[in-house]
Protein backbone atom coordinates (compact mmCIF):
# COMPACT_ATOMS: atom_id res chain seq x y z
CA UNK A 1 0.00 0.00 0.00
CA UNK A 2 1.12 3.33 -1.21
CA UNK A 3 1.74 6.03 1.80
CA UNK A 4 2.16 9.62 0.54
CA UNK A 5 4.19 11.28 3.22
CA UNK A 6 3.69 14.40 3.92
CA UNK A 7 7.02 14.91 5.50
CA UNK A 8 10.17 12.68 6.31
CA UNK A 9 11.97 11.74 8.84
CA UNK A 10 14.96 14.34 8.81
CA UNK A 11 12.39 16.93 8.73
CA UNK A 12 10.42 15.81 11.11
CA UNK A 13 13.84 15.14 13.36
CA UNK A 14 15.05 18.76 11.66
CA UNK A 15 12.05 20.41 13.21
CA UNK A 16 12.02 18.52 16.79
CA UNK A 17 15.79 20.34 17.09
CA UNK A 18 14.57 23.36 15.96
CA UNK A 19 11.50 23.43 18.45
CA UNK A 20 13.65 22.28 21.71
CA UNK A 21 16.52 23.68 20.69
CA UNK A 22 18.61 23.34 24.32
CA UNK A 23 17.88 19.73 24.23
CA UNK A 24 19.86 16.57 23.43
CA UNK A 25 18.05 14.69 20.59
CA UNK A 26 19.16 11.79 19.93
CA UNK A 27 18.25 9.44 16.90
CA UNK A 28 21.19 6.77 16.70
CA UNK A 29 20.28 3.27 16.80
CA UNK A 30 22.42 2.43 19.42
CA UNK A 31 20.87 5.37 22.06
CA UNK A 32 17.39 4.77 21.08
CA UNK A 33 18.21 0.86 21.84
CA UNK A 34 19.52 1.85 25.31
CA UNK A 35 16.61 3.18 26.05
CA UNK A 36 13.44 1.10 25.06
CA UNK A 37 13.33 -0.81 27.98
CA UNK A 38 13.62 0.31 31.50
CA UNK A 39 16.28 -1.85 33.25
CA UNK A 40 14.01 -2.98 36.23
CA UNK A 41 11.03 -3.44 33.96
CA UNK A 42 10.03 -6.79 31.86
CA UNK A 43 11.22 -6.14 28.53
CA UNK A 44 8.37 -5.84 26.78
CA UNK A 45 8.80 -2.76 24.50
CA UNK A 46 9.34 -3.67 21.05
CA UNK A 47 10.12 -1.48 17.37
CA UNK A 48 12.14 1.47 17.81
CA UNK A 49 11.58 4.62 19.21
CA UNK A 50 11.15 8.20 16.94
CA UNK A 51 14.08 10.01 18.96
CA UNK A 52 15.28 10.19 22.83
CA UNK A 53 15.29 13.57 24.19
CA UNK A 54 17.12 15.09 27.49
CA UNK A 55 15.48 18.27 27.90
CA UNK A 56 17.25 20.88 30.34
CA UNK A 57 14.09 23.78 30.50
CA UNK A 58 10.67 24.47 30.58
CA UNK A 59 10.63 26.09 26.66
CA UNK A 60 11.84 22.20 25.32
CA UNK A 61 9.15 20.21 26.70
CA UNK A 62 6.67 22.44 25.19
CA UNK A 63 9.00 22.83 21.74
CA UNK A 64 8.73 18.53 22.13
CA UNK A 65 5.20 19.00 22.67
CA UNK A 66 4.72 21.04 19.66
CA UNK A 67 6.73 18.87 17.27
CA UNK A 68 4.53 15.79 18.68
CA UNK A 69 1.30 17.44 17.65
CA UNK A 70 2.15 18.78 14.44
CA UNK A 71 3.95 15.05 13.76
CA UNK A 72 1.19 13.31 15.77
CA UNK A 73 4.18 11.26 17.65
CA UNK A 74 3.35 9.84 20.90
CA UNK A 75 5.47 10.89 23.94
CA UNK A 76 6.66 8.69 26.64
CA UNK A 77 7.34 11.22 30.09
CA UNK A 78 10.62 9.88 31.81
CA UNK A 79 13.18 10.76 34.51
CA UNK A 80 15.32 8.23 35.62
CA UNK A 81 13.12 4.84 34.30
CA UNK A 82 12.98 2.95 37.03
CA UNK A 83 9.39 1.92 36.63
CA UNK A 84 8.81 -2.06 36.97
CA UNK A 85 5.48 -1.75 34.92
CA UNK A 86 7.04 -0.66 32.11
CA UNK A 87 4.88 3.01 32.61
CA UNK A 88 7.90 4.74 30.61
CA UNK A 89 9.11 1.96 28.58
CA UNK A 90 9.62 3.01 24.67
CA UNK A 91 6.64 2.66 22.15
CA UNK A 92 7.29 1.82 18.67
CA UNK A 93 7.91 5.49 16.74
CA UNK A 94 7.48 7.36 20.17
CA UNK A 95 9.84 10.29 21.70
CA UNK A 96 11.02 9.27 25.03
CA UNK A 97 11.48 12.64 26.96
CA UNK A 98 13.42 12.62 29.30
CA UNK A 99 13.25 15.38 32.36
CA UNK A 100 16.74 13.36 34.10
CA UNK A 101 18.58 17.12 33.56
CA UNK A 102 16.38 19.00 35.45
CA UNK A 103 17.49 18.22 38.52
CA UNK A 104 17.81 21.33 40.56
CA UNK A 105 16.60 21.61 44.09
CA UNK A 106 15.14 25.41 44.07
CA UNK A 107 14.38 25.92 47.56
CA UNK A 108 14.72 24.43 51.42
CA UNK A 109 12.67 26.22 53.55
CA UNK A 110 13.08 25.47 57.14
CA UNK A 111 9.85 27.97 58.58
CA UNK A 112 7.53 27.05 55.77
CA UNK A 113 8.56 23.35 56.32
CA UNK A 114 8.66 22.70 52.02
CA UNK A 115 11.10 21.93 49.39
CA UNK A 116 10.51 22.77 45.70
CA UNK A 117 12.07 21.15 43.05
CA UNK A 118 12.77 19.86 39.39
CA UNK A 119 10.86 16.61 38.30
CA UNK A 120 14.69 14.73 38.21
CA UNK A 121 16.28 15.11 41.20
CA UNK A 122 16.81 11.74 42.95
CA UNK A 123 14.59 11.46 46.16
CA UNK A 124 17.36 10.75 48.32
CA UNK A 125 19.25 13.98 47.39
CA UNK A 126 16.21 15.97 48.18
CA UNK A 127 16.29 13.70 52.00
CA UNK A 128 19.83 14.46 52.30
CA UNK A 129 19.72 18.64 51.70
CA UNK A 130 16.64 18.99 53.89
CA UNK A 131 18.41 17.02 56.68
CA UNK A 132 20.67 19.94 56.34
CA UNK A 133 18.28 22.00 57.85
CA UNK A 134 16.68 19.37 60.68
CA UNK A 135 14.20 18.61 58.29
CA UNK A 136 13.68 15.13 56.18
CA UNK A 137 11.76 14.56 52.97
CA UNK A 138 9.16 11.31 54.49
CA UNK A 139 8.69 9.57 50.68
CA UNK A 140 11.30 6.27 51.05
CA UNK A 141 10.78 4.05 48.05
CA UNK A 142 13.17 1.34 47.48
CA UNK A 143 14.72 2.97 44.83
CA UNK A 144 15.39 5.85 47.10
CA UNK A 145 19.00 6.08 45.74
CA UNK A 146 18.05 6.65 42.43
CA UNK A 147 14.89 7.03 41.38
CA UNK A 148 13.68 10.77 41.05
CA UNK A 149 10.95 12.79 42.81
CA UNK A 150 9.05 13.19 39.18
CA UNK A 151 8.47 9.59 38.56
CA UNK A 152 7.76 8.63 42.53
CA UNK A 153 4.99 11.70 41.82
CA UNK A 154 3.90 10.63 39.08
CA UNK A 155 3.53 6.77 39.87
CA UNK A 156 2.18 7.85 43.56
CA UNK A 157 5.28 5.40 45.04
CA UNK A 158 5.47 4.39 47.90
CA UNK A 159 7.73 2.43 50.31
CA UNK A 160 9.21 1.74 53.70
CA UNK A 161 8.07 4.66 55.40
CA UNK A 162 4.44 4.76 54.49
CA UNK A 163 2.88 2.96 57.47
CA UNK A 164 3.67 6.33 59.60
CA UNK A 165 4.49 8.91 56.68
CA UNK A 166 2.11 7.98 53.96
CA UNK A 167 2.92 7.71 50.23
CA UNK A 168 4.39 10.06 48.07
CA UNK A 169 0.66 12.17 47.24
CA UNK A 170 0.51 13.09 51.37
CA UNK A 171 4.07 15.27 50.64
CA UNK A 172 2.77 16.92 47.29
CA UNK A 173 1.41 20.39 48.41
CA UNK A 174 1.47 21.66 44.71
CA UNK A 175 3.50 20.95 41.07
CA UNK A 176 3.88 22.96 37.75
CA UNK A 177 2.70 21.01 34.56
CA UNK A 178 3.18 21.43 31.04
CA UNK A 179 -0.05 19.86 29.54
CA UNK A 180 -0.40 18.56 25.98
CA UNK A 181 -1.45 21.81 24.29
CA UNK A 182 1.64 22.99 25.90
CA UNK A 183 0.08 25.23 28.41
CA UNK A 184 2.45 24.91 31.83
CA UNK A 185 -0.52 25.69 34.50
CA UNK A 186 0.49 26.08 38.11
CA UNK A 187 -1.36 23.55 40.44
CA UNK A 188 -1.69 23.94 44.28
CA UNK A 189 0.02 25.87 46.74
CA UNK A 190 3.25 25.94 49.22
CA UNK A 191 0.37 25.91 52.32
CA UNK A 192 0.30 22.94 54.21
CA UNK A 193 -3.88 23.67 53.96
CA UNK A 194 -5.33 24.24 50.88
CA UNK A 195 -9.50 23.88 49.84
CA UNK A 196 -10.04 26.05 47.03
CA UNK A 197 -11.21 24.25 43.78
CA UNK A 198 -11.20 21.05 42.44
CA UNK A 199 -7.41 19.18 43.60
CA UNK A 200 -6.57 18.86 40.65
CA UNK A 201 -2.64 18.41 42.24
CA UNK A 202 -3.61 15.10 43.32
CA UNK A 203 -5.17 14.10 39.73
CA UNK A 204 -2.05 14.34 38.29
CA UNK A 205 -0.01 12.75 41.37
CA UNK A 206 0.23 9.21 40.15
CA UNK A 207 -1.43 9.85 36.92
CA UNK A 208 1.82 8.22 35.20
CA UNK A 209 2.38 11.21 32.69
CA UNK A 210 -0.47 10.59 30.78
CA UNK A 211 -2.00 14.07 31.59
CA UNK A 212 0.70 15.91 31.14
CA UNK A 213 4.51 16.68 31.57
CA UNK A 214 5.80 17.48 35.92
CA UNK A 215 8.02 20.56 35.07
CA UNK A 216 8.15 20.98 39.19
CA UNK A 217 7.27 19.97 42.52
CA UNK A 218 6.34 21.27 46.04
CA UNK A 219 6.06 19.02 48.82
CA UNK A 220 6.41 18.72 52.51
CA UNK A 221 9.08 18.48 54.81
CA UNK A 222 8.85 16.75 58.42
CA UNK A 223 11.20 18.02 61.43
CA UNK A 224 13.35 15.07 62.67
CA UNK A 225 12.05 13.72 65.57
CA UNK A 226 13.58 14.42 68.85
CA UNK A 227 14.92 11.19 70.79
CA UNK A 228 16.21 8.16 69.68
CA UNK A 229 15.30 6.19 66.82
CA UNK A 230 14.94 2.50 67.59
CA UNK A 231 15.49 -0.40 65.02
CA UNK A 232 15.27 -3.66 64.85
CA UNK A 233 14.17 -7.61 63.93
CA UNK A 234 12.11 -10.30 65.24
CA UNK A 235 11.43 -13.82 63.75
CA UNK A 236 7.73 -15.98 63.74
CA UNK A 237 7.17 -19.07 62.42
CA UNK A 238 5.50 -18.04 59.40
CA UNK A 239 4.37 -14.95 57.63
CA UNK A 240 0.68 -15.58 58.72
CA UNK A 241 1.78 -14.83 62.38
CA UNK A 242 3.93 -11.91 61.46
CA UNK A 243 1.22 -10.41 59.56
CA UNK A 244 -1.38 -10.63 63.10
CA UNK A 245 1.46 -9.55 65.28
CA UNK A 246 2.21 -6.06 62.46
CA UNK A 247 -1.91 -5.41 62.58
CA UNK A 248 -1.74 -5.51 66.51
CA UNK A 249 1.34 -2.99 66.51
CA UNK A 250 -0.33 -0.73 64.06
CA UNK A 251 -3.67 -0.32 66.55
CA UNK A 252 -1.56 0.02 69.79
CA UNK A 253 -0.78 3.99 69.47
CA UNK A 254 2.57 3.17 68.90
CA UNK A 255 3.24 4.96 65.42
CA UNK A 256 6.03 2.92 63.99
CA UNK A 257 7.54 4.15 61.33
CA UNK A 258 8.58 1.08 59.36
CA UNK A 259 7.02 -3.01 60.06
CA UNK A 260 8.54 -4.84 56.77
CA UNK A 261 8.42 -8.08 56.04
CA UNK A 262 9.93 -11.07 54.53
CA UNK A 263 9.59 -14.73 54.15
CA UNK A 264 11.54 -18.20 54.54
CA UNK A 265 12.33 -18.47 51.03
CA UNK A 266 13.53 -14.52 51.06
CA UNK A 267 15.46 -14.81 54.37
CA UNK A 268 17.69 -17.47 52.86
CA UNK A 269 17.74 -15.60 49.58
CA UNK A 270 18.99 -12.67 51.49
CA UNK A 271 21.53 -14.93 53.62
CA UNK A 272 23.12 -16.20 50.61
CA UNK A 273 23.55 -12.84 49.26
CA UNK A 274 24.97 -11.09 52.33
CA UNK A 275 26.71 -13.88 54.08
CA UNK A 276 24.25 -13.52 56.79
CA UNK A 277 22.31 -16.50 59.24
CA UNK A 278 19.30 -15.04 59.80
CA UNK A 279 17.34 -17.95 58.14
CA UNK A 280 18.87 -20.17 61.35
CA UNK A 281 16.44 -18.45 63.38
CA UNK A 282 12.40 -18.96 61.95
CA UNK A 283 10.13 -19.00 59.30
CA UNK A 284 9.53 -15.05 58.86
CA UNK A 285 11.31 -11.84 59.37
CA UNK A 286 9.93 -8.47 61.16
CA UNK A 287 12.05 -5.73 60.19
CA UNK A 288 10.99 -2.79 62.49
CA UNK A 289 11.84 1.00 63.61
CA UNK A 290 10.40 3.15 65.87
CA UNK A 291 10.92 6.85 65.69
CA UNK A 292 9.48 8.41 68.35
CA UNK A 293 7.75 7.37 71.98
CA UNK A 294 10.77 6.06 73.47
CA UNK A 295 10.68 3.36 75.57
CA UNK A 296 7.32 3.58 76.37
CA UNK A 297 6.61 2.53 72.58
CA UNK A 298 9.51 -0.12 72.40
CA UNK A 299 7.60 -2.27 75.44
CA UNK A 300 4.54 -1.83 74.47
CA UNK A 301 5.87 -3.29 70.52
CA UNK A 302 8.19 -6.04 72.77
CA UNK A 303 4.85 -6.88 74.83
CA UNK A 304 2.66 -7.73 71.27
CA UNK A 305 5.64 -9.47 69.87
CA UNK A 306 5.64 -11.66 72.55
CA UNK A 307 1.97 -12.43 72.44
CA UNK A 308 2.38 -13.52 68.90
CA UNK A 309 5.28 -15.45 70.17
CA UNK A 310 8.12 -13.85 68.51
CA UNK A 311 11.56 -14.90 68.80
CA UNK A 312 15.07 -13.72 69.09
CA UNK A 313 14.00 -10.07 68.88
CA UNK A 314 17.32 -7.74 68.64
CA UNK A 315 17.35 -4.18 68.50
CA UNK A 316 19.56 -0.89 68.43
CA UNK A 317 20.07 2.29 68.60
CA UNK A 318 23.16 2.10 67.07
CA UNK A 319 23.20 4.49 63.69
CA UNK A 320 25.66 1.81 61.86
CA UNK A 321 23.69 -1.05 62.99
CA UNK A 322 20.34 0.35 62.13
CA UNK A 323 21.74 0.85 58.47
CA UNK A 324 22.92 -2.50 58.23
CA UNK A 325 19.68 -3.70 59.58
CA UNK A 326 17.98 -1.83 56.97
CA UNK A 327 19.92 -2.64 54.40
CA UNK A 328 18.87 -6.34 54.32
CA UNK A 329 14.99 -5.01 53.06
CA UNK A 330 17.13 -2.90 50.37
CA UNK A 331 19.24 -5.46 49.43
CA UNK A 332 16.01 -7.95 49.18
CA UNK A 333 15.27 -7.62 45.55
CA UNK A 334 19.08 -8.22 44.53
CA UNK A 335 19.33 -11.36 46.68
CA UNK A 336 15.80 -12.50 45.44
CA UNK A 337 16.39 -11.45 41.57
CA UNK A 338 19.62 -13.68 41.84
CA UNK A 339 18.03 -16.87 41.50
CA UNK A 340 16.35 -16.66 37.89
CA UNK A 341 14.15 -15.05 35.53
CA UNK A 342 11.58 -12.73 37.72
CA UNK A 343 8.30 -9.92 38.24
CA UNK A 344 7.79 -8.48 41.44
CA UNK A 345 4.21 -7.80 42.00
CA UNK A 346 2.55 -4.84 44.00
CA UNK A 347 -1.08 -5.83 45.70
CA UNK A 348 -2.44 -3.89 48.91
CA UNK A 349 -5.42 -5.10 50.42
CA UNK A 350 -6.66 -4.12 54.25
CA UNK A 351 -4.92 -4.66 57.22
CA UNK A 352 -7.57 -7.11 58.38
CA UNK A 353 -6.90 -9.18 55.15
CA UNK A 354 -3.23 -9.34 55.20
CA UNK A 355 -2.78 -13.08 57.06
CA UNK A 356 -4.69 -14.44 54.58
CA UNK A 357 -3.26 -12.75 52.13
CA UNK A 358 -0.22 -14.15 52.91
CA UNK A 359 -1.41 -17.85 53.59
CA UNK A 360 -3.39 -17.13 50.15
CA UNK A 361 -0.21 -16.53 48.04
CA UNK A 362 1.64 -19.39 49.73
CA UNK A 363 -1.05 -21.84 48.87
CA UNK A 364 -0.74 -20.84 44.83
CA UNK A 365 2.79 -21.41 45.27
CA UNK A 366 2.29 -24.97 46.29
CA UNK A 367 -0.64 -25.63 44.13
CA UNK A 368 1.46 -24.26 40.56
CA UNK A 369 4.95 -25.21 41.53
CA UNK A 370 5.70 -21.49 41.47
CA UNK A 371 8.86 -20.44 42.95
CA UNK A 372 7.54 -17.39 45.23
CA UNK A 373 9.63 -15.14 47.70
CA UNK A 374 7.24 -12.82 49.48
CA UNK A 375 8.32 -9.35 51.19
CA UNK A 376 6.28 -6.15 51.74
CA UNK A 377 5.23 -3.58 53.39
CA UNK A 378 3.29 -5.25 55.84
CA UNK A 379 2.61 -2.33 58.10
CA UNK A 380 0.20 -1.10 55.51
CA UNK A 381 -0.88 -4.23 54.17
CA UNK A 382 1.36 -3.73 50.70
CA UNK A 383 2.51 -7.34 49.69
CA UNK A 384 5.20 -7.82 47.17
CA UNK A 385 5.77 -11.47 45.74
CA UNK A 386 7.92 -12.06 43.48
CA UNK A 387 7.43 -15.06 41.33
CA UNK A 388 11.09 -16.26 39.75
CA UNK A 389 11.54 -19.09 37.26
CA UNK A 390 14.77 -20.29 35.47
CA UNK A 391 16.95 -18.01 33.16
CA UNK A 392 16.89 -20.15 30.41
CA UNK A 393 12.96 -19.84 29.99
CA UNK A 394 12.54 -16.14 28.02
CA UNK A 395 8.79 -16.51 28.29
CA UNK A 396 6.92 -16.05 31.46
CA UNK A 397 6.02 -19.67 31.93
CA UNK A 398 2.02 -20.20 31.62
CA UNK A 399 1.96 -21.04 35.08
CA UNK A 400 3.81 -18.03 36.69
CA UNK A 401 0.82 -15.63 34.49
CA UNK A 402 -1.99 -18.00 35.84
CA UNK A 403 -0.54 -17.79 39.60
CA UNK A 404 -0.56 -13.99 39.13
CA UNK A 405 -4.30 -13.82 37.61
CA UNK A 406 -5.08 -15.74 40.81
CA UNK A 407 -3.26 -13.78 43.18
CA UNK A 408 -5.00 -10.40 41.53
CA UNK A 409 -8.56 -11.48 41.65
CA UNK A 410 -7.66 -12.69 45.39
CA UNK A 411 -6.87 -9.56 46.35
CA UNK A 412 -9.80 -7.29 44.36
CA UNK A 413 -12.09 -10.13 46.54
CA UNK A 414 -10.78 -9.16 49.65
CA UNK A 415 -10.77 -5.28 49.17
CA UNK A 416 -7.89 -4.33 48.07
CA UNK A 417 -6.05 -3.16 44.86
CA UNK A 418 -3.53 -4.95 42.36
CA UNK A 419 -1.08 -1.50 42.51
CA UNK A 420 -0.19 -0.75 45.81
CA UNK A 421 2.89 1.24 44.65
CA UNK A 422 4.32 0.66 41.26
CA UNK A 423 1.31 1.91 39.22
CA UNK A 424 -0.39 0.51 36.61
CA UNK A 425 2.05 1.20 33.27
CA UNK A 426 1.52 -1.05 30.79
CA UNK A 427 1.75 -4.87 32.23
CA UNK A 428 -1.89 -4.46 34.62
CA UNK A 429 -3.63 -1.85 32.33
CA UNK A 430 -5.91 -4.42 31.52
CA UNK A 431 -7.32 -4.71 34.59
CA UNK A 432 -8.43 -1.21 35.26
CA UNK A 433 -11.81 -2.27 34.31
CA UNK A 434 -11.65 -5.31 36.80
CA UNK A 435 -10.59 -3.22 39.83
CA UNK A 436 -12.26 -0.04 39.16
CA UNK A 437 -15.96 -1.65 37.25
CA UNK A 438 -17.50 0.46 34.09
CA UNK A 439 -18.54 2.88 35.01
CA UNK A 440 -15.43 4.49 36.83
CA UNK A 441 -13.30 3.36 34.12
CA UNK A 442 -15.41 5.56 31.37
CA UNK A 443 -15.00 8.38 33.54
CA UNK A 444 -11.01 7.51 33.40
CA UNK A 445 -11.06 7.70 29.86
CA UNK A 446 -13.08 11.19 29.69
CA UNK A 447 -10.67 12.89 32.21
CA UNK A 448 -8.39 11.46 29.70
CA UNK A 449 -9.61 12.80 26.49
CA UNK A 450 -9.65 16.00 28.42
CA UNK A 451 -5.89 16.73 28.86
CA UNK A 452 -4.58 15.06 26.13
CA UNK A 453 -7.78 14.61 23.21
CA UNK A 454 -4.93 13.36 20.55
CA UNK A 455 -3.62 10.91 22.97
CA UNK A 456 0.08 11.51 22.68
CA UNK A 457 0.99 11.39 26.42
CA UNK A 458 1.84 7.92 27.32
CA UNK A 459 -0.83 6.18 25.24
CA UNK A 460 -1.65 2.51 26.35
CA UNK A 461 -0.37 3.45 29.94
CA UNK A 462 -2.16 3.68 33.31
CA UNK A 463 -6.05 3.08 31.68
CA UNK A 464 -5.89 0.40 27.83
Known sequence: MAVFRAYSDEQKIEY???AAPNSDVYTDNATLAK??????????ATGKLFAYVAVSNVADIQGV?????????????QTTATSTVSGSDGIDGAIILSTAKMAKILEVNREDQVAVVQPGVINKDLDTAARKIGMFYAPDPGSKPISAVGGNVATNAGGM?????????DSVLGMKV????GREISLGHRTLKQAFGYNLTQLFVGSEGTLGIITEITVKLFPIPLGTSVTGVAFFKDMTELSKAVTEIRASGVYPAMLEALDAHTVEAIDKYEGTHYSDNSGAMLILRLDTGGDAALKATEKILDQFNAQNLQ??????KAAAIEKLRQDMLPAVFANGNHVMEDMAVPMSKLAPMMDYISEVGKKLDVDIYTAGHAGDGNVHPSLIWPKEEKEVPEKVIQALQLMFHETL????????????GMLKNQWVNEELGDDVDMLQHQIKDLFDPMNLLNPKRKID
Do not use: C
Not at 35 to 44: E, F, K, R, T
Open 178 to 181: VLAD
Open 65 to 77: LQAARKFHIAVIP
Open 35 to 44: HLNAPQGMQV
Open 16 to 18: LKQ
Open 315 to 320: VTSDPK
Open 161 to 169: STVKYGATK
Open 413 to 424: RLGGTISGEHAV
